[in-house]
């Protein structure tokens, strides 16, 4: 078999966008973030957590403009699960008390 004709599985990319604080500007601990991880790893066997550079989100609200500080936590799957996402999501947003957790699938290839 030529490398061409390997078929490999179809892959779902996870990325879930976690703010680093909450409302009143207090940064979340550090439990907060090792708690996703911990979750994470053990339903999809591995996690990439980008904690060291937090990105900046924007976004309107109304009349005005909304800035976070995130982090991004990554996992790769083959199942797309979306009603665990979606309970998963609305357990993220109590947690972090925040009206949107943002998780977004991207289509993969592993090359």
Not at 5 to 11: A, D, F, G, H, Q
Not at 52 to 59: D, K, L, M, Q, R
Not at 76 to 102: K, P, S
Request: aromatic share 10%.
């Amino acid at each position: 078999m030529g490398l061409l004709e390997i078929k490999e599985p179809n892959m779902h990319l996870i990325q879930i966008l976690l703010p680093l604080k909450r409302r009143d500007g207090q940064p979340f601990g550090s439990q907060m973030f090792d708690t996703v991880r911990q979750q994470l790893a053990e339903a999809f066997g591995g996690i990439t957590f980008y904690r060291n550079a937090p990105a900046e989100g924007n976004w309107v609200s109304g009349a005005e403009m909304e800035r976070d500080q995130i982090v991004v936590a990554e996992v790769m799957t083959e199942n797309l699960d979306q009603l665990w996402w979606r309970v998963y999501r609305h357990e993220l947003e109590c947690a972090f008390g925040q009206q949107e957790i943002v998780i977004r699938a991207l289509p993969i290839k592993r090359l």
